[in-house]
């Protein structure tokens, strides 16, 4: 007898801190400065999140020398090299530093190592946005490994003064396959003072591991160009999803995915605000999945404050200082 359609829901999902108080810097920044306020890249990997922003008055550029001189512009949470920073300078921008507060600790990491002259293998992925701004930090210093693979063929000038550092939103197994093979190559290799990949990252891949297990279906919902998104895709069939899908929105779910599925994983990734997770389920429910099960695997209470130059005050102005008001997964 076919047993009862339910989806079963992953937690934590969706925004961390340090999406939220991007995404709150280019609103408040907006608000304070009003319209336009320029951002450089995306703030954070979500079509969502940027379309909403944009048509709040926000003006998303590829570099710092679109931005008209003398404007505001923020830089997005996956932070930039100190070049960027230079450009902003060079052109009297009203810089806003959006940077997740988790991307600096590994920023000032890849400055200490290379002042002490260590050779840093940066896990992660070329031509992301955040191992750009890393690797621009001691660009003589850093090579980036693109996978467990590439760790067989990295070469290192001093195999004796090695790190690894890793980009924040990778696959946490992935990443420790990666560091087995370096340090079988190189077994004096040292690891970052502390995990560099992000609580976030780590909690939504561990919730999904659980919640594969049993899915006949999962659904990811995040953007392509969100890294955590498409990992959290990739973890989950290897934890025993028999299929998982990523869509940006609700009516991208196609009917033939659900043939034959009796269970629904749901999750999404860090930068997906709850609303679009909301209608995922909406949706799902008049296809008779309206039972919901959420299987939690940790609480998140981590807030970050608004970046400096948003904290004080204008005259007339609430204080800015602290980020309450979201709806957390």
């Known amino acids: 007898m076919p047993g009862r359609k339910r989806v079963v829901l992953a937690a934590p999902r969706g925004y961390c801190a340090g999406v939220d108080r991007a995404v709150i810097a280019v609103e408040k920044a907006l608000e304070r400065y009003g319209a336009p306020v320029y951002v450089r890249k995306q703030i954070v990997h979500n079509i969502h999140v940027v379309t909403e922003l944009e048509q709040a008055g926000a003006i998303f550029v590829e570099e710092v020398d679109e931005v008209p001189e003398g404007a505001h512009v923020v830089f997005s949470a996956h932070g930039v090299s100190p070049a960027v920073v230079q450009g902003a300078?060079?052109?009297?921008?009203?810089?806003?530093?959006?940077?997740?507060?988790?991307?600096?600790?590994?920023?000032?990491?890849?400055?200490?190592?290379?002042?002490?002259?260590?050779?840093?293998?940066?896990?992660?992925?070329?031509?992301?946005?955040?191992?750009?701004?890393?690797?621009?930090?001691?660009?003589?210093?850093?090579?980036?490994?693109?996978?467990?693979?590439?760790?067989?063929t990295v070469e290192v000038r001093d195999p004796s003064r090695v790190v690894w550092l890793s980009q924040t939103t990778l696959s946490v197994d992935e990443t420790m396959e990666t560091v087995r093979r370096l340090r079988e190559r190189f077994p004096q290799l040292q690891d970052p003072p502390s995990d560099d990949i992000c609580y976030a990252t780590q909690n939504r891949q561990v919730a999904i591991k659980k919640v594969a297990k049993d899915a006949d279906l999962v659904i990811v919902v995040g953007s392509a160009n969100s890294s955590n998104s498409v990992r959290l895709v990739e973890v989950a069939l290897e934890y025993g999803a028999k299929a998982a899908y990523r869509i940006d929105y609700a009516d991208e779910i196609e009917q033939a995915w659900l043939d034959g599925v009796e269970t629904v994983g749901v999750t999404s990734g860090a930068s997906v605000p709850e609303v679009l997770v909301q209608e995922v389920l909406r949706d799902l429910a008049l296809a008779g999945y309206g039972d919901v099960e959420e299987v939690r695997t940790a609480e998140e209470d981590l807030m970050f404050s608004l970046p400096k130059e948003l904290r004080t005050p204008l005259k007339g102005e609430r204080d800015p200082r602290a980020l309450g008001g979201r709806t957390r997964a």
């Open 89 to 152: 300078a060079d052109r009297n921008l009203q810089a806003i530093d959006a940077t997740c507060p988790l991307v600096t600790k590994v920023h000032r990491e890849a400055v200490r190592f290379a002042r002490d002259d260590f050779e840093i293998l940066l896990v992660g992925h070329e031509g992301h946005e955040e191992v750009e701004g890393t690797a621009g930090e001691a660009p003589d210093h850093v090579t980036v490994v693109n996978s467990p693979e590439e760790a067989d």
